[in-house]
């Protein structure tokens, strides 16, 4: 049974959507181009008719750095990345290096005005909380300019009560840069979800059996790492008991994918509730907080729709599958 089908997962949603007053309302400047016509349509539901793409509303008006006419192709430089002939970590650097040179001089020939205009400063629209997954660029998933997001990453995308990081980057984001929006960004085949409902079987399977729990050593790696994806264990286990009863394994129970869509969802509500964001839409601040996911297999970004916004209730949202190929309507 797949785990959104389970009572629990289901009353876990019930409850992500019943936050009042608290969802999704885009500022115009991020919706797409309505597809519907607002006659035959709940307006709840309706778009806003005059809109723009998120890279035209990031981006500094010029192509985005990854598409330049001028680029080879979206990777120039991904041998340093594959090839099987960089036997050494100094070569490997060497030649991140070297790719680093043709980068620089690239940019430099296709727009300079950016680079000069980088060089004075950053005034970012968008907040990217990512997973450190290799895969998962923010800037290349998008195709924004440099500049355009302000980042943090970290395993599985977590936004932890007491993380220090995460709460300086968002306070940093919303408070001094002012950006309009957050992007809780996850992908498919995370290994910190994976980790984390591995652990959340192994942990029901000992159970099941009377076997005492393992207790890492303190300061270890395994620690280290159980502490970090705790949340996501607790997510998977909770999901657990109401299906295990109709499954010959608790591993057929989860589902990685829907896994990654809560744990996403649960970040978005975890950063729409934290005083930095609160604090925000006390001010009257236009800001607006994302669930998205990455799918690594086609590069495409879907949105979960579990936005939030401070203000009036919509269901409105992104969606986001083409918007790279979007032009910007007037
Ligand atoms: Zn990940």
């Given at each position: 049974?797949?785990?959104?089908?389970?009572?629990?997962?289901?009353?876990?949603?019930?409850?992500?959507?019943?936050?009042?007053?608290?969802?999704?309302?885009?500022?115009?400047?991020?919706?797409?181009?309505?597809?519907?016509?607002?006659?035959?349509?709940?307006?709840?539901?309706?778009?806003?008719?005059?809109?723009?793409?998120?890279?035209?509303?990031?981006?500094?008006?010029?192509?985005?750095?990854?598409?330049?006419?001028?680029?080879?192709?979206?990777?120039?430089?991904?041998?340093?990345?594959?090839?099987?002939?960089?036997?050494?970590?100094?070569?490997?650097?060497?030649?991140?290096?070297?790719?680093?040179?043709?980068?620089?001089?690239?940019?430099?020939?296709?727009?300079?005005?950016?680079?000069?205009?980088?060089?004075?400063?950053?005034?970012?629209?968008?907040?990217?909380?990512?997973?450190?997954?290799?895969?998962?660029?923010?800037?290349?998933?998008?195709?924004?300019?440099?500049?355009?997001?302000?980042?943090?990453?970290?395993?599985?995308?977590?936004?932890?009560?007491?993380?220090?990081?995460?709460?300086?980057?968002?306070?940093?984001?919303?408070?001094?840069?002012?950006?309009?929006?957050?992007?809780?960004?996850?992908?498919?085949?995370?290994?910190?979800?994976?980790?984390?409902?591995?652990?959340?079987?192994?942990?029901s399977e000992k159970e099941a059996k009377g076997?005492?729990?393992?207790?890492?050593?303190?300061?270890?790696?395994?620690?280290?790492?159980?502490?970090?994806?705790?949340?996501?264990?607790?997510?998977?286990?909770?999901?657990?008991?109401?299906?295990?009863?109709?499954?010959?394994?608790?591993?057929?129970?989860?589902?990685?994918?829907?896994?990654?869509d809560q744990h996403v969802r649960d970040t978005?509500?975890?950063?729409?509730?934290?005083?930095?964001?609160?604090?925000?839409?006390?001010?009257?601040?236009?800001?607006?907080?994302?669930?998205?996911?990455?799918?690594?297999?086609?590069?495409?970004?879907?949105?979960?729709?579990?936005?939030?916004?401070?203000?009036?209730?919509?269901?409105?949202?992104?969606?986001?599958?083409?918007?790279l190929a979007e032009t910007v309507p007037e």
């Open positions: 049974m797949p785990a959104s089908r389970c009572p629990s997962s289901a009353a876990a949603a019930a409850t992500l959507v019943a936050v009042p007053s608290r969802r999704l309302a885009l500022p115009q400047t991020l919706a797409r181009p309505s597809f519907a016509s607002s006659a035959s349509v709940d307006p709840r539901l309706a778009r806003p008719q005059r809109s723009y793409t998120l890279a035209a509303a990031t981006a500094p008006t010029r192509t985005p750095l990854a598409l330049v006419p001028n680029s080879p192709s979206l990777f120039p430089h991904r041998s340093f990345s594959s090839s099987r002939a960089m036997a050494s970590s100094t070569q490997l650097l060497q030649g991140i290096l070297d790719a680093n040179e043709t980068y620089a001089a690239a940019f430099a020939q296709s727009d300079p005005a950016l680079l000069k205009k980088l060089a004075v400063g950053q005034s970012p629209k968008i907040f990217w909380l990512g997973c450190s997954d290799s895969r998962v660029s923010a800037e290349l998933a998008t195709g924004v300019a440099p500049g355009s997001i302000f980042v943090h990453r970290n395993i599985a995308q977590c936004f932890h009560k007491g993380d220090l990081s995460a709460s300086a980057a968002l306070a940093y984001a919303v408070h001094v840069l002012k950006v309009e929006a957050i992007i809780v960004c996850g992908h498919t085949g995370c290994g910190g979800v994976r980790a984390g409902m591995q652990a959340a079987v192994d942990s076997e005492e729990q393992p207790v890492p050593e303190p300061g270890s790696v395994a620690d280290t790492i159980s502490k970090w994806i705790a949340p996501i264990k607790s997510l998977a286990s909770s999901q657990l008991p109401a299906c295990s009863a109709a499954s010959r394994s608790p591993l057929d129970t989860l589902s990685l994918a829907e896994l990654t978005v509500q975890a950063v729409a509730e934290s005083d930095i964001v609160r604090a925000a839409w006390d001010e009257g601040r236009e800001l607006s907080v994302h669930g998205w996911v990455y799918h690594v297999a086609t590069a495409k970004l879907r949105d979960l729709d579990c936005g939030y916004k401070g203000g009036a209730f919509h269901l409105s949202s992104l969606v986001f599958s083409s918007l």
